[in-house]
């Protein structure tokens, strides 16, 4: 069994970064990609990430077939809500885990929400996605995006073997697709890929993460 790195192992807060300092740009005005509003936020930080990491969604998506597009859930996400979500779910894993180790809720926490300081969404690196139609119907993938661990019976794991045919076809397909574009996956979240952060760097073993922490620019909110 190929071994899952969860976002709390110390390797990955251990991984340099070389910021590029590239821009977060708006996907919803760069064109070319359907972006879903179901975590719209008050500035739009959800629907930004790094320049490039746009301009690679857009080459995944031309390695899709025809009729089948990708659906950009989130992208960017500000440190102060990273922050709130994962506090949030530490809570629930305390609860479930009464006797567990502040280290081990840490490491539960981790297989759904990464740790603040190590985000690939903070970074801008990062997308929650999914695949449609083109006229933006939503294909199965096995269980909606953003499933907890607890309530898709860790169906939201990549590999799981508790979903249809259907459902583990799309995910090998936007795996490709992805993959092809440069994006590597979180295996504990099906719709969760990354490009550049910290994660990304130690999978492919490069010596620096090329995003850290960003911001959204003052004159791009919406």
Do not use: K
């Not at 779910?89 to 603040?116: C, F, K």
């Not at 508790?162 to 995910?171: K, L, S």
């Not at 993959?179 to 979180?186: E, R």
């Not at 295996?187 to 490009?195: A, D, G, I, Q």
């Amino acid at each position: 069994m190929t071994e899952i790195i969860l976002l709390s192992d110390r390797r990955v807060a251990e991984t340099g970064v070389a910021d590029t300092g590239e821009d977060l740009v708006d996907l919803r005005r760069t064109g070319g990609l359907l972006v879903d509003a179901r975590q719209a936020d008050d500035d739009g930080s959800y629907a930004h990430v790094r320049a490039d990491v746009a301009r690679r969604l857009l080459l995944a998506q031309r390695h899709l077939p025809a009729g089948i597009r990708l659906l950009v859930v989130e992208g960017f996400r500000p440190p102060a809500l990273q922050q709130r979500y994962f506090e949030e779910y530490a809570a629930v894993m305390r609860a479930a885990h009464p006797d567990a180790t502040p280290a081990r809720i840490r490491e539960l926490t981790s297989a759904y929400i990464s740790p603040p300081e190590v985000a690939p969404h903070v970074s801008g690196g990062a997308v929650d996605l999914t695949l449609c139609t083109g006229d933006g119907v939503e294909l199965p993938l096995g269980t909606e995006v953003n499933a907890t661990p607890e309530e898709s019976a860790g169906g939201c794991r990549t590999a799981a073997a508790n979903i249809t045919d259907e459902a583990r076809t799309h995910r090998e397909l936007m795996g490709r697709a992805m993959t092809a574009a440069g994006f590597v996956n979180y295996p504990t979240e099906w719709w969760h890929w990354s490009y550049g952060d910290r994660y990304w760097a130690l999978l492919g073993g490069r010596p620096a993460a090329r995003y850290g922490p960003a911001a959204l620019p003052s004159g791009d909110r919406s």
